[in-house]
C-alpha cells in the first residue's frame, strides 16, 4: 500500500473544504447583490409612483412627497443593515437585527391602531431583511468554521489526529529561532507494509492511531523527563522533537521510552502485533544548523539503520553518514548506466617522445541525471566497493574495442588501446576468455591491447595476480604498470613481473618542477626501467618544463594534457587520419 493513499486523503479533505467555503461565499454574494438590487429598485420605484400625497415636504425649493423620501430612507436604512451583517459578523448582525425589530413597533402601531396601510410593504421589507441577515450571519459563521477546520487539518494529520509534517516544521523553525538546543528524531516503523498487505488498511490505519495514541499521551504526561512533541509524517513515518534535555543521555533515554512503548503489545481484532521501528536523530545546532538541515539529517541516520538492517535501531547522524548516502547513490548511479548500457569513455591520447601518437588509455565516464560528469575518482572506488568494478571494465573494454577496431583497420596497426583492469577483474576465472572474446569479435591482435594493472594491486594480491597477468602476456597482451612509484614496490618484485611498461605517476611529475629530488627520483625509475627492459611513460603532464626534464632523463613515452586531454570517441578519431 502507497504512502500516497495518505497524502490524497488529507489533500481531498482540504480540497472538500474549500469548495465549501466557496460555495457559501458564493450563496452570500448572491445574496447580498440581489438584495442591494432590490432595495435600490424599490428606492427608485417608491420616488416614482408617489403620486397624490397627503404630506409634502420641501427640500432645497422643491415639493416632495414624504412617503418618498422615507420609502428611500427605508430602503438606505436597510442596505446599511445588510452590509453590517456582511461585514461586521456577530456585531454586525446583532445591532441589524435589534435595528430592524425596534422600527416594527412603529409600524404596527401605524397600521393596525392608525390604519395607515401605506407602511404594509415596510414590514414586509423588514421581514425580508430578517431573513437577509440571518441567512448571510448563518452562512458567514459555516464559512468561519470551515476555515477553522481547514488551518486545523493544514497543520493536523486526519488519521491520528496527530500534529502534521507542516506543524513540527512550524515548532523546529520557532525553536531554532529562539536558539535553543534540542533533538529531531526521525522514525519508521519497521515491516508496517506487511501489516496493511495482510491484514488489510481498516487494521494498518488501527495500528497507526494506536501508536500514536500512546506516544501523544508518553508525551503529553511528560515521562520522558523531557518536552517532547510527536507528529506524523506520513503513512508509517513519525518525527519526535524533544527539548529540555541536560545530557545526551537522557536525549537517549526518552526515545529509548517512545521505543519501549511501541514495543509493547499491540491487539487489534484479536490479532497481535508488535511493532518496531528505526529511530534516526540530530542535534541542533550540535548536528545541522537549521531545521531543514537537521530533518535530513535525523533521516538520514534513519535510513542508515534501514540499510545497515542493524539491531541498534537508535542512531544519532554523523558526518560519516553522508558520506554513506552519497556512496549509495553514486551506486545506484552506477547501477542504473550499466543496466541502460550508459557507461561512457574517453580516450586519452600518448604520444611517444618525439609526439608520435603511440594509442590510447581508454577512462571510464559516467554521466548524471543534469548532464554532468561524475568524477571516475568518486565512481570507479564506489564500483569497486560494490563489486560493480568487474562489469565496468568490461562494459569501457567493450565499447572501446568496437571503436578501435575501426581505428586499427584504417590504417591504425601499429597503435596500442590501454585498459584499466582492476584486482577483481583480473582475479575473475573468466577473466582471459572475456578479453580474448572481445578481441576476436572486433578483430583486434592481442599485440595492440594493453593492460593497465595499479603498482599496489599486484602487490596486495600477489600470486593469483601475477598468474592472470602471465595468461594475458602469454597470449600477446602488452602489461603496464600503473601509477608506479605509489605502491612501494621492491626492485626483485618488478622482476619478476611479466609488465612491458611503467607508468609513473603523476604525483612524481609535478614535483619535477619544484625539486631537483622528485627529477632525480623519475630518473632513477627511468633508467631501472630501461635495465629492466621496460618501456617508461610519465603521466599527468602538463607543461613545456616537464616535458623538457622528461626527454632529457630519456623517458619513452608522454601522456598528458600538454599533448592531449581525455577526448570522447569521435573527436580522439581525428587524431589517427590527422
Ligand atoms: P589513471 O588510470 O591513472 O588515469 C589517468 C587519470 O589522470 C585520468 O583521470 C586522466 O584524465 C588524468 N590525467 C591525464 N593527464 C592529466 C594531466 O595532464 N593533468 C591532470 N590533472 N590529469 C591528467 P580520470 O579519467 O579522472 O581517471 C581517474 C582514475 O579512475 C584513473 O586513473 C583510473 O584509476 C580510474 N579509471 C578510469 N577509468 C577506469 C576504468 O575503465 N576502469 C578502472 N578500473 N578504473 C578506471
Ligand atoms: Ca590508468
Ligand atoms: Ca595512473
Not at 441589524?96 to 393596525?112: K, T
Not at 517532547?228 to 537517549?252: C, G, M, P, Q, W
Not at 567493450?398 to 577496431?405: I, P, T, V
Amino acid at each position: 500500500m502507497s504512502k500516497d493513499r495518505y497524502v490524497l486523503d488529507s489533500n481531498k479533505n482540504i480540497d472538500d473544504t474549500l469548495k465549501l467555503i466557496s460555495i457559501h461565499k458564493g450563496v452570500n454574494k448572491g445574496f447580498f447583490f440581489m438584495l442591494l438590487g432590490l432595495y435600490i429598485v424599490s428606492a427608485i420605484g417608491t420616488v416614482r409612483t408617489s403620486h397624490s400625497p397627503n404630506d409634502i415636504t420641501f427640500i432645497l425649493g422643491y415639493s416632495v412627497p414624504t412617503f418618498a423620501i422615507t420609502g428611500v430612507f427605508s430602503s438606505l436604512g436597510h442596505i446599511c443593515i445588510i452590509c453590517l451583517t456582511v461585514f461586521f459578523r456577530k456585531t454586525g448582525y446583532i445591532t441589524s437585527m435589534f435595528l430592524v425589530i425596534s422600527a416594527l413597533p412603529g409600524l404596527l402601531v401605524n397600521i393596525f391602531i392608525r390604519h395607515r396601510h401605506v407602511n404594509l410593504p415596510g414590514i414586509f421589507t423588514s421581514l425580508l431583511t430578517i431573513i437577509a441577515i440571518t441567512v448571510i450571519f448563518l452562512n458567514n459563521r459555516r464559512i468561519e468554521k470551515y476555515q477553522q477546520r481547514m488551518s486545523e487539518e493544514a497543520v493536523t494529520d486526519s488519521l491520528t489526529g496527530l500534529p502534521n509534517r507542516f506543524a513540527g516544521k512550524e515548532l523546529m523553525d520557532e525553536i531554532t529561532a529562539a536558539n535553543e538546543r534540542f533533538a529531531f528524531v526521525s522514525v519508521d516503523l519497521n515491516n508496517f507494509k506487511s501489516i496493511n498487505d495482510t491484514m488489510g488498511h481498516a487494521v494498518g490505519d488501527k495500528v497507526l492511531v494506536e501508536v500514536a495514541d500512546r506516544w501523544k499521551n508518553l508525551a503529553d504526561t511528560n515521562q520522558t523527563g523531557t518536552a517532547d512533541f510527536v507528529s506524523r509524517l506520513s503513512a508509517d513515518e513519525y518525527s519526535l522533537i524533544i527539548r529540555n534535555f541536560k545530557t545526551d543521555l537522557d536525549l537517549l533515554r526518552s526515545i529509548k521510552a517512545y521505543k519501549e512503548e511501541l514495543e509493547k503489545r499491540i491487539t487489534i481484532e484479536d490479532c497481535d502485533f508488535f511493532m518496531t521501528a528505526c529511530f534516526g536523530y540530530a542535534v541542533y545546532p550540535d548536528d545541522a544548523d537549521n531545521s531543514g538541515a537537521l530533518f535530513s539529517a535525523a533521516d538520514t541516520a534513519m535510513h542508515e539503520i534501514k540499510r545497515a538492517n542493524s539491531s541498534n535501531c537508535i542512531l544519532r547522524y554523523t558526518q560519516n553518514l553522508n558520506k554513506t548516502e552519497m556512496k549509495m547513490d553514486i551506486e545506484r548511479k552506477i547501477r542504473a548506466a550499466i543496466e541502460n548500457d550508459a557507461i561512457l569513455f574517453n580516450l586519452q591520447p600518448q604520444y611517444d617522445i618525439n609526439h608520435k601518437l603511440r594509442g590510447f588509455e581508454a577512462l571510464a565516464r559516467l554521466k548524471d541525471a543534469d548532464g554532468s560528469f561524475i568524477s571516475p575518482a568518486e565512481f570507479i572506488p564506489v564500483a569497486e566497493e560494490a563489486g560493480l568494478i568487474d562489469v565496468l571494465d568490461l562494459c569501457v573494454f567493450k565499447k572501446a574495442a568496437a571503436f578501435f577496431g575501426e581505428v586499427i583497420r584504417s590504417g591504425g596497426e601499429d597503435l596500442t588501446l590501454s585498459i584499466n583492469i582492476s584486482v577483481r577483474h583480473l582475479l575473475k576465472n573468466t577473466f582471459i576468455e572475456e578479453i580474448k572474446d572481445v578481441l576476436d569479435v572486433n578483430s583486434i591482435p592481442p599485440k595492440n591491447l594493453e593492460i593497465e594493472i595499479t603498482e599496489s594491486i599486484m602487490i596486495d594480491s600477489a600470486g593469483k595476480a601475477l598468474e592472470c597477468v602471465r595468461d594475458a602476456k602469454n597470449i600477446g597482451i602488452k602489461v603496464a604498470i600503473d601509477d608506479f612509484g605509489t605502491g612501494y614496490s621492491s626492485l626483485s618484485y618488478l622482476n619478476q613481473f611479466p609488465a612491458s611498461l611503467i607508468k609513473i605517476d603523476k604525483s612524481f611529475i609535478d614535483g619535477m618542477n619544484t625539486s631537483e629530488a622528485s627529477k632525480q627520483y623519475v630518473a632513477t625509475i627511468i633508467s631501472i626501467g630501461h635495465i629492466l627492459n621496460l618501456e617508461v611513460i610519465s603521466e599527468g603532464v602538463e607543461s613545456d618544463d616537464q616535458l623538457d626534464t622528461l626527454k632529457d632523463i630519456g623517458c619513452d613515452f608522454i601522456q598528458g594534457y600538454i599533448w592531449g586531454r581525455p577526448l570522447p570517441p569521435e573527436e580522439a578519431r581525428k587524431l589517427v587520419c590527422a
